[in-house]
């Protein structure tokens, strides 16, 4: 069964501090991987997408990693402002068929 | 540009009422979706269009529902019967790229639902 699922659920750090966000996945056949941030009452804004030959994306202060083999993402934020609280949600798509499959989401609080 | 454009931004209404709801996508993209959200279970894809046709409507939940692109700058989703487990946010989305969901979407600010 396709399946995308993000650890932990919630999340509380201090600004400034750094932090990773896990994603497991066990989509197949594999196309691509998209990290998304949600900020409360907004619709989502894609950070990163990843391809089966990539390893690591950068976007500013967000570094996601993926391990096709594993079939494991990770998204790691440095830094961390206050603007970055929000929702991450990753979204696996299969090579195959017109589905996709969205993760539940990690929401982080990032507190002064 | 402006985004994508939806509304109404709220909607409240008593069970058995059709609602309506209405997307104005990027202009020049040619691919439509929309999107429930609950806490429960997250995103879910409801159906998506490639040059105004439908080409997957397999996340519609029921007959209840049902959703139409007339052109390319236009789409509604409509719920009638409305049931209070309808409640949500809605979200529509654009993609400059017909042919895929993997093509990166733009989301509007989505519609929350209420259904009392």
């Known amino acids: 069964k396709n399946q995308v699922e993000q650890s932990p659920q919630s999340l509380i750090i201090l600004e400034g501090k750094n932090c990773t966000l896990q994603?497991?996945?066990?989509?197949?056949?594999?196309?691509?991987l998209r990290w998304y941030k949600q900020d409360t009452g907004r619709g989502p804004v894609s950070l990163t997408i990843m391809t089966f030959s990539e390893n690591t994306k950068s976007n500013g202060r967000y570094t996601a990693t993926l391990d096709a083999d594993t079939k494991q993402s990770s998204l790691h934020i440095t830094a961390s402002q206050l603007s970055d609280s929000a929702s991450y949600i990753c979204v696996v798509s299969p090579n195959t068929g017109n589905q996709f499959y969205f993760g539940t989401g990690t929401s982080l609080t990032v507190i002064p | 540009d402006a985004g994508v454009i939806q509304s109404p931004r709220h909607e409240v209404t008593e069970m058995g009422q059709e609602v309506t709801l209405r997307c104005k996508p990027i202009?020049?993209?040619?691919?439509l979706f929309w999107y429930r959200q609950t806490m429960m279970r997250g995103l879910e894809l409801l159906i998506y269009?490639?040059?105004?046709?439908?080409?997957?409507d397999s996340g519609m939940p029921e007959d209840r529902f049902s959703a139409k692109m007339p052109n390319a700058s236009f789409s509604t989703l409509k719920i009638q019967p409305s049931e209070p487990r309808d409640s949500a946010v809605y979200f529509c989305?654009?993609?400059?790229?017909?042919?895929?969901?993997?093509?990166?979407?733009?989301f509007g600010p989505g519609t929350r639902l209420t259904v009392l």
């Open positions: 994603c497991n996945y066990t989509v197949s056949p594999f196309s691509n």
């Open positions: 989305a654009s993609s400059p790229v017909a042919g895929g969901v993997g093509n990166e979407q733009f």
């Open positions: 269009f490639n040059n105004n046709v439908p080409i997957d």
């Open positions: 202009s020049g993209h040619n691919s």
